[in-house]
């Protein structure tokens, strides 16, 4: 069953509930979502681009550090009280008339 972005916030958000210590302030979820994405550039980096793993580095695949990133970033929004449903909505009202004509369409024929 597909989960709803708003059902992984609360999931999210009883994990989190369950410890004492709560969400980390913003600056450090900052922190750390910039270190996820820094992990996931590594990963891009060695799977196409010209950095080769050393042997010794652990296997990490693309897929978990964006679940990372998507963690961390429901952790954030979870902390300042953002629905990310509403985020996505807005962000696509942007795209779609905004930026509606900055790409090239592909021809629907």
């Given at each position: ?17 369950q ?12 922190a750390?979502?910039?270190?996820e ?15 080769p793993k ?12 964006l ?5 961390i ?6 902390s300042l ?5 509403e985020?996505?909505d ?5 795209f ?8 090239t ?5």
């Amino acid at each position: 069953m597909e989960k709803s972005l708003a059902e992984m916030q609360r999931e999210v958000d009883r994990y989190i509930s369950q410890f004492k210590e709560g969400y980390f302030s913003p600056l450090s979820m900052l922190a750390r979502m910039s270190e996820e994405v820094g992990e996931l550039a590594r990963e891009v980096n060695h799977r196409f681009g010209e950095k080769p793993k050393k042997p010794s580095e652990a296997d990490n695949s693309i897929e978990l550090e964006l679940g990372d990133i998507l963690f961390i970033t429901m952790c954030f929004a979870n902390s300042l009280g953002i629905d990310l449903t509403e985020a996505h909505d807005k962000v696509m009202h942007k795209f779609n008339t905004r930026d509606k004509d900055r790409w090239t369409k592909k021809d629907t024929d």
